[in-house]
């Protein structure tokens, strides 16, 4: 199965040339990667090791992403390594 498409791209708006390259780069980046996961996550009815495997990467890499953009997959709260539940991200 091909992994779910990517969000759109969307054209950089006037505050974005207020940084530097690397800066911007680095805002997209991240705004990818956390648009990536939670969209693999609800695709994949929150299971991280299907989720992981569909974007064919390693599932440890995947729960990093995951604590690092503060994304909790529902239903694993409180049961450990559990990796059922539904995608949630929280508010920022």
Request: proline content about 9%.
């Amino acid at each position: 199965m091909p992994p779910p498409p990517a969000p759109p791209l969307q054209r950089p708006g006037p505050a974005s040339f207020d940084s530097t390259f690397k800066e911007a780069k680095e805002r997209w980046v991240s705004s990818f990667e956390k648009d990536y996961i939670v969209a693999l996550l609800k695709k994949n009815g929150g299971n991280i090791s299907h989720a992981a495997r569909e974007a064919d990467i390693d599932r440890k890499y995947f729960r990093k992403l995951m604590k690092k953009y503060e994304i909790e997959a529902l239903g694993a709260a409180g049961a450990g390594d559990d990796d059922e539940g539904e995608a949630e991200a929280e508010a920022e």
